[in-house]
Structures are given as C-alpha cells and as structure tokens.
C-alpha cells in the first residue's frame, strides 16, 4: 500500500466533504462545501468538482498518489454504469453519470459507493465492528440508510444499492415516503418524520416545549429541536421519540431475524440522543426478534461521527484493492 | 469428491424424509417418515434415527462413504451449538441438542443447518438460481422461511440462524404470530394465514365455493382449497390469495431494497399457485421497491419442488468442503 493519503469525497444531500484521508484513517485535510442540490446535478457536481481540483492543489502530496478518488455518495447507485440514478437526498437527479464527469474533469480513476455501504467499511475497519465478520450499520439521519458486512467482506449487490433499509416496509398503510412507496422506515423512525410527528401535533394543539427550541415557528421544527424539549423533560417531544425508536426497534428487529449480525451500529444526527433513542430499540428487538440472534446481536452507537462517510470511501478503495 | 452417495436428512414439521442423494443431485433411494412433533422432541428424533440406520442398512454402499450425515431442520438452529434452539414447526421444543444425539447414535458426524438455508443452497447449484452470485430463496408454505446466497457463498449469519424473513414485521399492529411478534410476514401471506382468513371470512357469512372442497367443514379449510376454489372463479377465494400475494410482494419488495439480489427463488406449497401468487408479487415490488434493483431482479418459482430439502442438506455439505 502506497503511504500517501487517499483523496475521498462524501457527496450528500446538505453538504460535499472532501479530504485527504491516510491509509490508517486519519483525515489530513478537510473542505465543506454547500451541496445545493436543487439547483441541480450539474451546477452541485461541477462544485464537487471545483472541491476535490482544490483539496489536490493544496495538497503537499506528489500527484501519482491519487491515481483513484474514492467517492461515496448518497443516493441509489449503478456502481457498474458509474451513476446516481435517483436519491431522496437529490431532488430531480435522474441517472447523473458521476463517475464519468469526475474522471473526464480530474483525469484520474473514480471509485464510486454508496455512501452508508462505504460507512458500514469504515466502522468495520475503524470504529465500533472491529474485526467483526457480519456487521450492518444503519444511518438515521434526515433519512435512513444502511451498509452491510458479511463474512468481513463489504456486501453491496448485484448492482452496488443493496442496504437500502430505510426503504423496507414497515406499515403498508403509513405515509407516503419520497421513494415512491408507503410505509416505509424512514417515514416512521427518521429526522424528518419525527420533525413532521412534532409539527402535525402541534399544529392540533398539543402543548409543547419544542416551539421554544425553534422561536415559535412550528415550521421551523426539527428532529434536533424534539430531542432537546426531550431532555428538558417534555412530554411531547418523549413520546414522538419513543415512538419513532420503537419503529427503528422493529426495524432493526426484522434485519436481526434476516442477517443474525454480530452487530448493529447506529449513526448519523439521531444516534446523538443516546439511551433515549438506543433504550426503546434495544428493548424493541428483545420482544421482536428471535431469542437466539437477539441475545447474540450488539446494537451500538457509530464510533466515527460525521466522518464516517470519508473514512468509509477511503476504507472501501482500500478494501476493493484487497488491503 | 468421493463418488458414494451422501445420506441426507430433511426434519420438517410434518416428515422427515431421509435419502441417499448423489454428489450430481440425484436422490437416490428415499424413506419418508411422519415427524408427529407434537410428541416431543425424544420420539421425533428417534423416528428420524430409525430412519436414518434403516435407510444406512439398506443402502448397497459401504459404509465409509457416509463419515458425516447431512440434516436439513426447520427451526432456529444454533450452528456452533448443534441445537434446535426453537421453531413454531416444533410447537413446544427447546434448545434440542440434535446434532449430539445423531452423532451418538449413529456414530457419525452430523452437519446441521437450517431447512431453508439448505434450499438456496440446492437453488444455486442445482435449480433456478444456477451460477447466480446473489441468490434468495423464500419458501412460502404452512410458515415462511428463506436462504441467502451471497456472493455465491450460503450466508446464515454469526449463529447460522439468518434468513429468517417470515418473521419481518409487516405490520405492527398485524396479527400475532407463533414466533411470538405481531404482523409477521408469515402472519399475512402463508398458507396458515390464507387459510385463517377464509376461515374468518366464511364465519361471518361470505359465499364461497371454499368449502365445497373441504365438505363444508370450515374448519378443515386449507390454503389449497382456497387455491382451488380461486381457480374455479370463486371471489372470495382470489381476494384472499391477491391479498396474501399483495404481502408476500411488500416482503419481497423489502428484500430487493435491502439485498439487491439477481433472482428471488419461491417455493413452498403456495409457489404451485402459478401467476395467481406471482403476479400480485411481481407488481408490489414494481410498485414499492427502487426502481433499479426493481428492474433487475427476477422473480421465480422454485425448480426443485418437494425435494429441495434433501438436496439442500447435500449440497450445503458439498460446499462446507469446498466442493
């Protein structure tokens, strides 16, 4: 393995991260920048681009060492054709053929993954499933995503957009989800479902302590906003948590009965809220799951935090190259 | 490979059958015996070791060509332990340490897996799934289980209990089910939950042809007869199926979003039904699942019908050795 870093981009929703990562997974160097994905596939992958051309000349790096990007991003991904072919986090984005812009605009290779299938890599080789064999992370954030290890081995398909367990069906007659679907675990258990539980209450006139969070606008309520009227003790904002982590629960109990893991990490914003959030899921899984896998499965907070998704690109580059 | 025969063991909840299964796929001699779980594990197992020396004692080759039985069980199986930890096949049955008592009563070694886990395995090798790399079979019959190849390896988890996808929640507040959660898969879409629902609807007064195939006797309604009386035009009788195959197709369709396979295998007794069962099934997932591994995953009935079993534990065997 080369010791120069790995030039790895996380392209999301809200923001493009793009760094020089180490081959022992320390991020050298880091850049944000907005994603702006309303504007559109072409102006929010021409900034990506613009990123990664200034995190390479700012880098005191020789050129040879990034002979490939390692790119995770979100969305549901024709790994094979190097395309974004659609993704709640992309408004609009229909089939954007990623790899090939990058790879015309920096004339380097681009290795493209999904960016909760790169992060499960990156838990795996550097964060809380350490040497674990079957390892699933789950990502519960404005939406729900996932990564799957199985047998040490990142697991992502036929096609590369396996993991996508935010999208199972949790109640055929729930509401309808930005997939196209009804139902589905992201509708139940994410940011944005929690944020439109508290909004839809309140606006029936539920008293509540989340309006203070957010300077009275109802629709200004976010996910973060009822964890903090939570941990002040509002009863609201508990029982629209414990609701959506018991629909998590069942979640994570139906991929306990499907891959008996060794273990489950939850990351992104929601993981933040700790036992509140980990406490109904755990017990959740315990009443739903058979005995067997569920007194075997350890279901964990991410140990990488905002960074997964860097570290997991680099990690998945270097696991597809063997190392 | 030796070229004997393997001695293979299928333990359902209704037979165990017992063969002789060439290392090409060929059963060669098959004794088929009544389990009668409900006398307990002691007279079950023993039925099944009867049938295991009668089917040794009558078979023409010698005897060191059967160094380890291959069984197939139903059930949650814990690999590392040789126990049948519990299953609803097996009303009553806990922690049965199987693979010890046919090792000490045969002499033998024993392999143990699970009975659907084994069928993905006959699948891939011998049936609809042939040279696939990412392979699920799912038998719908009294219950529902299934098996997972990935990357062409069987996955069956840290405990070898995966695959467990009857018991996917659906529903939350669905019916309850045998392995002791509510809205189950298998609560909705298996022949016990088609055969409750005629039964259910019958009782409060629906006409149907149903019962002109059970002699008017509600209570023996099967699933069979309500496949029956559908292909006769019986109203009631194609609602119960297209709901029940509606269900089957949100599992399906969450198990497309999550594993992106080439190909879903169905079997089990409800896979005869034909398009009846496959057309609903096909549609829902066109319906809820991302349109990519929607597209791309082929959806068929099982090749090997009453005899994947056997064959899976054959197999299963083979490619524990590599082979």
Redesign the interface.
């Known amino acids: 393995m080369p010791e120069s870093p790995i030039l790895a981009v996380d392209l999301g929703g809200t923001k493009i991260a793009t760094a020089l990562v180490s081959t022992s997974g320390q991020i050298l160097e880091q850049l944000l920048t907005p994603t702006l994905a309303d504007e559109g596939p072409e102006a929010a992958v021409g900034r990506m681009i613009a990123a990664i051309k200034t995190t390479l000349s700012e880098s005191q790096v020789s050129s040879p060492a990034f002979s490939t990007i390692a790119l995770a991003s979100a969305g ?1 991904i ?1 790994v094979p054709k190097g395309i974004v ?2 993704s709640p986090s992309f408004p609009g984005w229909c089939d954007v053929p990623i790899r090939e812009i990058v790879e015309r605009e920096t004339g380097l290779a681009c290795f493209l993954i999904n960016d909760a299938t790169a992060a499960v890599a990156a838990e795996h080789r550097l964060g809380a499933g350490k040497g674990l ?2 390892l699933l992370y789950v990502t519960v954030s404005t939406g729900i995503g ?1 990564g799957i290890i ?2 040490g ?1 990142i ?11 935010g ?6 007659d729930g509401p309808p989800c930005n ?4 139902g589905c675990l992201e509708t139940l258990a994410s940011g944005r479902a929690v944020a439109r539980e508290a909004q839809k209450r309140i606006a029936r006139g539920a008293r509540s302590l989340v309006l203070e969070f957010v300077e009275g606008e109802p629709h200004n309520i976010t996910a973060k906003a009822v964890a903090e009227a939570a941990k002040a003790g509002d009863a609201l904002a508990l029982e629209i948590i414990s609701q959506a982590a018991t ?1 998590l629960g ?1 979640g994570m ?2 991929l306990v ?6 273990m489950i990490v939850i990351g992104g914003g929601l993981s933040k809220m700790g036992d509140m959030l980990f406490n109904p899921v755990r017990r959740t899984v315990a ?7 569920a007194q ?1 499965v350890r279901i964990v907070p991410s140990q990488l935090g905002d960074e997964v998704g860097l570290l997991g690109a680099a990690v998945s580059l270097m696991m597809s190259k063997g190392l």
């Open positions: 549901i024709d072919t659609a064999k079957n996932g199985v047998d081995q697991y992502s398909g036929s096609l590369g957009c396996a993991g996508e367990i999208h199972m069906t949790i109640d055929p997939c196209g679907s009804f629909y069942i109990a139906n009965n499907i891959f008996n893991p060794e009443d739903r799951a058979f005995r067997l896998p075997s």
